[in-house]
Nanobody, 123 residues
């Protein structure tokens, strides 16, 4: 699976961004898709995941109610809608794919990774 993330940028606190991640290669529908974030000097942390089929989701507590993960099977694309952004949301955002459960929140357990897209939230 090859993953291409896009949609990052600079936004003021309280603003919104939508990240996209297009998958190619093996069957997109066979994989759980997820988003992670890595701030400077910090470990890569889980944000959200969505399963296929059924669309069950899992979110990090700090983004619940602000971030929404979704996927479009026809476009082989997963999205992360981010609202009410805060300065501590700043980091490089990565999409990932894995045949495992949405409950897998450790980055090292995910199999495939995109290249990352920078999100900067100014105060």
């Amino acid at each position: 699976v090859q993953l291409q993330a896009s949609g990052g940028g600079l936004v003021q606190a309280g603003g919104s961004l939508r990240l996209s991640c297009e998958a190619s290669g093996r069957t997109f529908r066979a994989y759980t898709m997820g988003w992670f974030r890595q701030a400077p000097g910090a470990e890569r942390e889980f944000l959200a995941a969505i399963a296929w089929p059924g669309g069950s989701t899992n979110y990090r507590d700090s983004v619940k109610g602000r971030f929404t993960i979704s996927r479009d099977g026809a476009k082989n694309t997963v999205y992360l809608q981010m609202n009410s952004l805060r300065p501590d949301d700043t980091g490089v955002y990565y999409c990932a794919a894995d045949p495992g459960s949405v409950r897998h929140t450790l980055a090292r357990s995910w199999q495939y990774w995109g290249q990352g897209t920078q999100v900067t939230v100014s105060s």
